[in-house]
């Protein structure tokens, strides 16, 4: 998987490449793990990011990806914070 921000202030924290497995039942349903656990950039103290969970329609895979962090609000300087995140992370064939 490669992944990108959607503007300067994300793209640093969101731009990466990693490796997933996961299973897709009869119905639609999905279930992701990534390896290694997918950690945004500035972030540390990461809890969660393994594992995400959701559905597959029109070819494309929608997942919920909850974690906790300790995040740096901008790279580099600034105060950090602790933030609890629920992304979701749309996966679709290149």
Do not use: H, K
């Not at 992944?3 to 497995?21: N, V, Y």
């Amino acid at each position: 998987m490669s992944s990108q921000g959607s503007s300067p202030e994300t793209d640093w924290r969101c731009t990466q490449t990693r490796s997933f497995t996961g299973d897709v039942t009869s119905d639609g349903q999905v279930s992701v793990t990534f390896s290694p656990r997918f950690t945004p950039g500035g972030c540390s103290v990461v809890v969660g990011g393994e594992r995400a969970t959701g559905s597959m329609s029109n070819g494309s895979i929608n997942v919920a990806l909850p974690y906790r962090a300790t995040c740096e609000m901008t790279p580099g300087n600034g105060p950090s914070w602790d933030l609890e995140i629920a992304a979701t992370v749309t996966l679709t064939p290149w």
